[in-house]
């Protein structure tokens, strides 16, 4: 199992974290799994102030797709709002389409690329699906489980890095597509990690029951 997302409470405050916990992290085994063709993830919550959690230099998995073993990052989390694009009720998005495109034209952000979902790794709002939503249920209450973090193999593509790249990363001149390809890919895929085509994976998890189950989706 390779460490892929460590998040402390501290950090992000909105995480509800189970009692007693105050760190989470997901590992994943770093190989194509059934479910998706995509490594499969292991969520656990931690108490930090634990004495007997020590940190260790993980080992690197022999022989597993190397797109599969994150490099290390460091997180500078940054809170944007979100609104439904894909699970965006029907009925609504009939009675919205005609504003989108009008917005659209008046302005050239487009509700899907720009404005609803982000791309990139990310805690809560909605899965940037790439495929119809396919929302799992908890096996022990069959609630319907909430988006508990992504992992995405990049931060914006063509279209989307116009609202969601970052500002700390926009460059001072130019666009970030004129970088050198190396900076980009610093920026882009910082961790350099390569799920299905450029895709991410979703967890999620239930909140209702003390044992925290979980689930995951694979990206194509
Ligand atoms: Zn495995
Ligand atoms: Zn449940």
Redesign the pocket.
Known sequence: MVPVVQLLAADVPELPFPDGADVLQVLWCPFDHEEGYAPRPQVYWWDGSRADLEPTDPPRSDGAHHQYLPDPCVLHPERVAEYPSWDLPEHLHDALEERFEQVEEETGWSYEYHLSVADGTKVGGYPAWSQDPDWPH?P??E?RMDHLLSVDSAEFDGESWRTWLAVEDTPAVGTVWELPYEERKSIQRAADLLLGDLAGLHLFT?T??PDR?YAHRAGA
């Open positions: 908890c022990r209450c609630r239930c209702h029951c189950p």
